[in-house]
């Protein structure tokens, strides 16, 4: 007879593409007030690599990501994607910009041999994990380093990413000993 495991928990990490620094800080803020206390922020990058979002947030957009203190089931994540895009919604309302969305949320999860995306839209590369929502592993962690693969988004290609995520890593893997 087989054994069937339970995952372990993960880290909860969201991207966010953002405007303005006010857009930014103000979803930072509903992060916490949605999902609990943030324990990591990366910087506030710019963001260049794709004219994809700017005519829905800007042309000078920021990117920056938080993750939450409290670790999540990796099962979680197709309703939290959810959750994100109502929090969008009402940060659109919020904001002065002109712009239909000025805060774009993307959450995924790190876990020790992974980074994982959701999406709303299908791909070759994405499974459908329930709830109108699609994952894709994102980039992998092997022999101390992030690798990445031809579906990469440009900018998770980049050191800085990579630094963060390492950090982020560490992070989860004390928490996972405790």
């Known amino acids: 007879m087989w054994t069937l495991k339970k995952p372990d928990p993960v880290k909860l990490i969201i991207g966010i593409l953002g405007c303005n620094a006010n857009a930014v800080n103000a979803a930072v803020d509903m992060i916490k007030d ?9 910087p506030a990058w710019p963001f260049s690599h794709t004219e994809y979002y700017a005519e829905e947030t800007g042309k000078e957009i920021l990117k920056k990501f938080v993750t939450v ?3 999540i089931a990796p099962d979680s994540l197709a309703a ?4 994100t895009n109502k929090m969008e919604e ?23 041999s992974k980074l994982v995306l959701a999406s709303t839209k299908n791909f070759s590369h994405r499974i459908y994990i329930g709830k109108k929502i699609w994952a894709e592993v994102t980039l992998i962690y092997s022999k101390g380093r992030w690798t990445t693969f031809e579906y990469t988004f440009p900018d998770h290609k980049e050191q800085r990413y990579h630094n963060f995520f390492s950090q982020v890593r560490e992070k989860l893997v004390q928490q996972l000993k405790e």
């Open 80 to 83: 939290i994607k959810h959750k």
């Open 90 to 112: 009402k940060l659109a309302g919020m904001q002065d910009s002109g712009l239909s969305r000025p805060v774009n949320l993307d959450p995924g999860y790190i876990e020790p």
């Open 69 to 71: 203190e409290k670790l």
């Open 34 to 42: 949605k999902f609990g206390a943030c324990d990591m922020e990366s």
